[in-house]
């Protein structure tokens, strides 16, 4: 995996809108939060377009990404927010544009179809983490500031990424390459030429929300079916916020715990990346990491996300 450089203090970091449209006052205070980091960020006025539920015609949103990825004055990009559309910017990427110096891509929800298009068609570690709106724009209540410096800012192991509300389902310790995202978004890709495609003994972390149990089991059982699962060595679930039967009759960590009843490594349940109502930790997508499921369960990154080295 190509490494980006380590973000410092003064780096320009560019905001793009892949998917859907976002409200002006929560991209101003993402903007102000990204400065209060140390941070320059800059945007193309194409990130205002709109289109139905979209931020723009999918030719523009893909020419403002690459934009950004070959401006050579760009340290990172990060999502606006996520909703729906990335997906679209799929066939219209070229691949040879990113094979340059790689950059820092962060985003999560719908942005999880180019965490992976960069993970394996490019070969480049990206990051799932907070976007503009409804995250940075919320400042330190809704993202979490030392997993994005520990992954972002600094050329080591960014360490045990772990929180109150990780629990065992099945306990163990196993590593491999860190991977994953929104499991709607994994699911969807299957199929396609931009199909998930995880390395084999890897650690995957699967993130959802307002998808009911019945609708995770489908997921799950998709994966299994495509023989991903077998692919896994370890798997961390995000929180799953709103993915409990109305009523409580039957939760999402239960339905999980039954479908990977016979899974032969270790399974987390509730590391708060992704969609949580916890402060968002940050994840570094294509590095080793080992899942240590026991009395104190954490995922811990054994690998530096960025690099030291500038172009």
């Known amino acids: 995996m190509r490494k980006p450089p380590a973000l410092r ?5 560019a905001i793009v809108a892949p998917a859907s ?44 990404l690459q934009k950004a990825w070959t401006d050579p004055s ?11 559309g990335s997906v679209h910017l799929l066939p219209l990427l070229d691949p040879q544009v990113f094979s340059g110096p790689p950059k820092a891509f962060i985003g999560y ?39 994005f410096r520990r992954c972002l800012c600094r050329a080591e192991p960014p360490g045990s990424i772990t929180h109150p509300l990780l629990e065992v389902i099945k306990s163990g310790e196993d590593g491999g390459t860190l991977v994953g995202g929104t499991l709607t978004k994994l699911t969807a890709s299957l199929g396609t030429p931009y199909a998930f495609d995880p390395p084999h ?27 991903l699962l077998a692919r896994v060595s370890a798997i961390v679930f995000g929180v799953m916020p709103g993915c409990d039967e109305p009523g409580g009759s039957l939760t999402a960590r239960d339905v999980i715990a039954d479908l990977l009843a016979d899974f032969p490594g270790p399974v987390l349940f509730g590391l708060p990346s992704g969609h949580t109502d916890a402060p ?4 570094p997508f294509g590095v080793r990491a080992r ?17 030291d080295t500038r172009s």
């Open 201 to 227: 003994g890897c650690v995957l972390f699967l993130d959802d929300v307002a998808e009911r149990p019945y609708r995770l089991d489908r997921m799950l059982t998709q994966l299994r079916l495509a023989g």
């Open 291 to 307: 899942v240590i499921a026991g009395a104190r369960p954490e995922l811990i990154i054994e690998e530096a996300a960025v690099t």
């Open 109 to 147: 929800s719908d942005n999880t179809s180019l965490l992976t298009w960069l993970n394996q068609e490019c070969g480049v570690v990206a990051f799932h983490g907070p976007m503009i709106a409804g995250r940075l724009a919320l400042g330190e209540r809704a993202y979490d500031r030392d997993t």
């Open 280 to 283: 968002t930790l940050t994840l």
């Open 74 to 84: 760009i340290a990172a990009i990060i999502a606006a927010r996520g909703g729906y």
């Open 21 to 64: 449209p976002f409200a002006r006052d929560l991209f101003d205070a993402g903007l102000a939060e990204l400065k209060a980091l140390g941070f320059d960020p800059v945007y193309e006025e194409s990130v205002f377009d709109r289109r139905f539920y979209l931020a723009g015609t999918a030719e523009s949103r893909a020419s403002a």
């Open 9 to 13: 203090n003064g780096d320009r970091v």
